[in-house]
């Protein structure tokens, strides 16, 4: 099952060094580490949710 994720560098609910540690339990996620949002940023920004998919989707 393809998997991506968004870990955010200034997550203030998230530590961004734990999200990717745990990241490497899951075969085959690709983690997207982004500064441009914070914890929100699927709500705030609906191209962060394009961008998910197409990283699941192996496009980007």
């Known amino acids: 099952m393809p998997v991506a994720a968004a870990v955010y560098q200034d997550d203030v609910?998230?530590?961004r060094e734990q999200s990717l540690e745990a990241a490497k339990f899951v075969r085959g996620?690709?983690?997207?580490?982004s500064d441009?949002?914070?914890?929100d940023g699927v709500k705030a920004d609906p191209a962060v949710f394009d961008r998910l998919i197409a990283m699941a989707r192996g496009e980007t």
Do not use: P, S
Request: charged share 15%; aromatic share 16%; glycine share 0%.
């Open 36 to 39: 441009a949002h914070a914890h």
């Open 13 to 15: 609910f998230v530590d």
């Open 29 to 33: 996620l690709r983690a997207w580490v």
